[in-house]
């Protein structure tokens, strides 16, 4: 079974960037879409960004297009995630996630039923 181990999170002021790593166990990372997904108090987990299995294709929400940029480095079993300008509104626990299909991406890879493993998460919190 994978395991994924986020960073990289912490405390900072809006306009900050901050850069999240997750990095995967196994020996098959590279064959999967990997997505983030965030949840807020008293809020249900949300779609960030998710990339293909080669890195070409990316989705992401609305919210954070032009300010939030995923990657992929399969050599080193790990994702990333550059998050730029940030926003009190972006504060959250930030989740690292395997999709449960090999080469798939879809309209259907924002949804978070369609990722079978996750990481603990890392507290992203962006004061005002």
């Known amino acids: 079974q994978v395991q994924l181990v986020e960073s990289g999170g912490g405390l900072v002021q809006t306009g900050d960037s901050l850069r999240l790593s997750c990095a995967a166990s196994?020996?098959?990372?590279?064959?999967?879409?990997m997505g983030w997904f965030r949840q807020a108090p008293g809020k249900e987990r949300q779609f960030v960004a998710c990339?293909?299995?080669?890195?070409?294709?990316?989705y992401y929400a609305d919210s954070v297009k032009g300010r939030f940029t995923i990657s992929r480095d399969n050599a080193k079993n790990t994702v990333y995630l550059q998050m730029n300008r940030l926003k009190p509104e972006d504060t959250a626990v930030y989740y690292c996630?395997?999709?449960?299909?090999?080469?798939?991406?879809?309209?259907?890879?924002?949804?978070?039923?369609?990722?079978?493993?996750w990481g603990q998460g890392t507290q992203v919190t962006v004061s005002s």
């Open positions: 990339i293909s299995s080669g890195g070409v294709t990316t």
């Open positions: 196994g020996r098959t990372f590279s064959s999967y879409t």
């Open positions: 996630a395997q999709h449960t299909r090999v080469y798939s991406m879809a309209p259907s890879s924002k949804d978070p039923k369609n990722f079978g493993s």
